[in-house]
Structure formats: C-alpha cells, structure tokens
C-alpha cells in the first residue's frame, strides 16, 4: 500500500482539477495517479459502501482503456462493483447512473488536445461540485499494487437507456425525407447518434470517419472544419449536419447551407422550445439570450458546468417552474419541468449534445422551414470565439492584470478599433464591453495551457475580426 495526499499529488503530477474534472498529459496520468483520484471520490466523498454498484464509462482516446484498468481496479479496492457501460457518450453515463441512483465515472478529455485525458466523477444526484472537488483534494487514500486485470465486460445497458430516452421523446416519422450529415471523426457519440436519427426516420450520411482521435472544440471551430461544412452541404444536398465533441457533451450543428451554428444560439433556440421558464448560462454567451425576451429569468454564471448547475438548483430552489442551462459550447443541461409537446423530459443537468441537436430538427420540421430560418427573428447579436494553445497560464494572469487596470494597455493591444472601455466585468477573466456596445472577453482555459478569446458585435465577420485582432495582438504582444 502507498499512501497518497490527493493535494500534494496533484502538485507533483500535474494532474489537476479544471472547469470540469481532473485532467492531464497522459504521460502524467499513471495507475497510481488515476487509482488515488478514484479512491479520493469514493472515499473523500463517502460513497464507498460495501457492494455499491459504480457506472464506469469511456471516450475513444487511446489512453482511455488504460485508465479505465486503474479505476476499476481502485473501484473494487474499495469495496464497490464496477458496472463497465464500455465506450459512450458522457451524458449517457450521467442518465444512466442517475437513474440507477449510483455513482459513475467517466474518463474522458472531452475537447482537449490528443495527448492529454481526464477523469468526471458523477454521484448519484449528478455531476460533483466545486465543495465535492475540494474534499476530494483533501483526501488521504492508500493504493495497492496492480496487477494484470483485464478490461471489464461491457454492460450496453446505459447506452441503450440513453438512445431510449430521444427515441421515446419525438415521434418516430419526425426526420422523413430530410437528409443529414454526421460528421462522425472520433465521437464516441457517432455510432448512437446514427441509430438515433436513422430511428427518427432520417435519412443519415456518414462523413470523415475516422480511428485516429480528434480533438474537436465546439467554441474553436477550425477553418478546415469550416470548410468541410460547406463543401459537404452543396455536395451531399444535406438539410443539417450534426456532430459532437469526443466525448459527445457538446454539439456542432450546421444549418443546409454548412454554417456551423454557434453553441449559445443553439442553447437559446431549445430552451425556447422545451419552455424554460428560467435559464442559467456563463458570462461568455451571447446577450441576445437576454433581448430575446424569451425568459422570465437569465442567471449568469462563471465558465463551467458546475456553476451552471449549482445556478438552475438555485432557480429550481426559488420557485422557477422550468430551468434549463447551456453553455457557449452547445453543452445544454436539463433541468426540472421542461417539455416537448406535452411529453415531460427526465431532468438530465449535465451537458448533453444530443437534446439540442434533435430539438433544432424538430423545431424545423415542425414549422416547415430550413434550419437556417430557426435564428431569423432573434436579436441580431453574433458571437465568435478562438484560442491560443500553448499559452501558459501565467501570461494568461499577467495580461488580464494590465487589461483590468490599465486603459493604455487596452490602447496598446486594441488601438482605435473599439473605442474606449466602458464597462469591465470580473466574473470569470475579463469581459470588457467599449462604448461602441461591442465586447470581447478573455479568459485563461480551465483544463489546458490556452487563452480563449469570445467576442460579440452586431455582425459575424466584424466578431471573427475582433478575436483575430485580439489573439494576434497578443502573440504579438509575447513574442516581442
């Protein structure tokens, strides 16, 4: 047995909490690294319980089997059962283990770069929170040894609850006659995605399959995918292209024409449909969602699902009738009372990429009218967003610090294009609105090495121009 500081492990391996999860290098990702994290959360949360059933899942990584060994191996060190779910989507797992009132783990990178991984821990309620992760970095465990145990059986049950849950909730012609595009790559959702759809009566296209693992981010669409949209749009005459991140959390969803929609607008469009009386949503989405009308309520959140969750359970605490959440990434988070047609939804709060994905069919083919046509009468308010990778966080921190306090810095980085600051917001990295109403936002990621930038105007191009500036200002800026 080795005894293990989960705080001191986490300064030692670099393998940390981020937004959402631990994460790290693979190569910082050992058994022991992954057997202590597990242990902390079983232990540190008090959950392990002689016998307690723990949902395990997976992404299509290439390190993930690896880590899937280690945590089931401290699974069942400490006394618990491992049900294996095998390779699926992570909201898939998460509805899973709530509906089985179990705890679950997911190992998973999401969106991040090839070489790195991570690790979500579920309780039976639902995704940890911040007061969870804390007692989880206090934890003292002890690790055994490992041996040469074999990948668990696969229980498909989870995924099949999963694909259940959508096939269940829109009639089975919904999608007849419409052809779309599923821009497969490495998504651990694509397999479920298609029989979904294909059982919605659509008309499926399978595009750039592939074994080799890509890490897509729904926030930093790359002008490669920018361009497959469109050339797949005109080639296969699709009415809608759907994809998701690695670990099928977060929707990419391009309308007939190959535009990829933008994750906010998407999140605004189906709490609209489903009847969200209250929605909770970061600080990066765009303000449309408040001049829409459309809700009673917008909270406002830091970056990061566990925020966005603990604002709906502050809603749901409050009275609100009908509370969804969503994220600039298209992640959408259900919550309590929402419905399609009548149909009750099973509240699902965690990011789930599928929900929005059929939601925006669905109000299509019920209104008769191209998927382009679901944003025409919403304020016209347009945002865009890129990163720096690579950038350490610490120049992240010292940047933000001259932003915030310096007028001349803000000069110096931005010139005349935008005018002075009017107003500066510190609720997650800096959000600075000028006196022209157009905004720009920046914040150092949670999970990687990068600077992300989000910027609003009242144009698509001139928002693309000002992320552009902005980033390029700054690698400018660091390598003089």
């Known amino acids: ?19 959402s999860g631990a994460r790290g290098l693979v190569s910082q990702m050992t058994d022991q690294v992954c057997a202590a994290y597990t242990l902390a959360f079983l232990q540190g949360l008090n959950l392990a319980e002689p016998g307690q059933k723990i949902a395990l899942g997976m992404d299509l990584r290439p390190s993930s089997p690896g880590i899937v060994q280690a945590c089931a191996a401290a699974i069942k060190q400490a006394g618990c059962e491992t049900i294996f779910c ?13 509906s089985q009132h179990i705890p679950a783990i997911m190992v998973t990178g999401s969106h991040i770069p090839f070489d790195r991984n991570g690790i979500k821990f579920y309780r039976a309620e639902g995704e940890i929170s911040k007061a969870d992760e804390a007692a989880i970095t206090q934890a003292v465990v002890e690790v055994a040894g490992f041996g040469e145990d074999k990948m668990p059986a696969v229980d498909s049950g989870a995924l099949e ?3 259940q849950r959508y096939t269940d909730l829109f009639e089975r012609d919904l999608l007849t006659g419409w052809r779309i ?39 930093a669409v790359s002008e490669t995918d920018r361009q497959r949209g ?11 292209i759907i994809s998701t991140d690695g670990d099928g959390d977060r929707p990419l969803i391009a309308d007939e024409t190959g535009n990829w929609l933008r994750g906010d607008i998407v999140g605004l469009l189906c709490a609209r449909f489903l009847g969200a009386d209250t929605v909770v949503t970061p600080v990066s989405c765009n303000t449309a969602i408040e001049a829409s009308g459309a809700f009673k309520q917008v909270l406002r959140t830091r970056i990061g699902s566990p925020y966005v969750i603990a604002g709906m359970e502050q809603a749901e605490a409050e009275g609100s009738p009908s509370v969804a959440g969503f994220e600039a990434n298209g992640g959408f988070l259900a919550g309590n009372g929402l419905q399609v047609a009548g149909r009750m939804l099973a509240a699902l709060p965690t990011r789930d990429a599928l929900l929005p994905a059929l939601v925006l069919l669905a109000m299509a083919k019920r209104q008769h009218c191209k998927l382009s046509a679901l944003t025409a009468n919403l304020p016209q308010r347009y945002t865009a967003s890129d990163r720096l990778q690579d950038f350490p966080t610490a120049n992240s921190q010292v940047l933000l610090a001259q932003l915030q306090q310096d007028d001349t810095a803000c000069a110096s980085l931005w010139g005349k294009a935008l005018g002075s600051v009017a107003q500066r917001d510190l609720t997650d990295g800096l959000r600075l609105t000028f006196t022209n109403g157009e ?3 920046l914040r150092p990621s949670g999970n990687a090495p ?31």
């Open 1 to 19: 047995m080795t005894t293990i500081n989960i705080q001191q492990m986490m300064a030692d391996s670099g393998v940390a909490f981020g937004t």
């Open 86 to 98: 095998g390779a699926l989507p992570t909201p898939a797992l998460a509805f899973y283990a709530m």
């Open 161 to 163: 609850l999963y694909k």
């Open 181 to 219: 595009g599923i821009y497969e790559h490495s998504s651990v959702a694509r397999d479920c995605l298609r029989d979904i759809l294909s059982g919605l009566s659509a008309e499926v296209i399978s595009l750039a399959r592939t074994d080799t693992f890509v890490p897509i981010d729904t926030e």
């Open 230 to 240: 469109l050339d797949w749009a005109k080639e296969y005459g699709l009415d809608a």
């Open 439 to 441: 905004i720009v936002h």
């Open 450 to 480: 990068e600077l992300r930038c989000y910027a609003e105007s009242d144009n698509m191009p001139r928002a693309r121009d000002l992320v552009n500036l902005t980033l390029h200002g700054i690698s400018r800026q660091y390598a003089a």
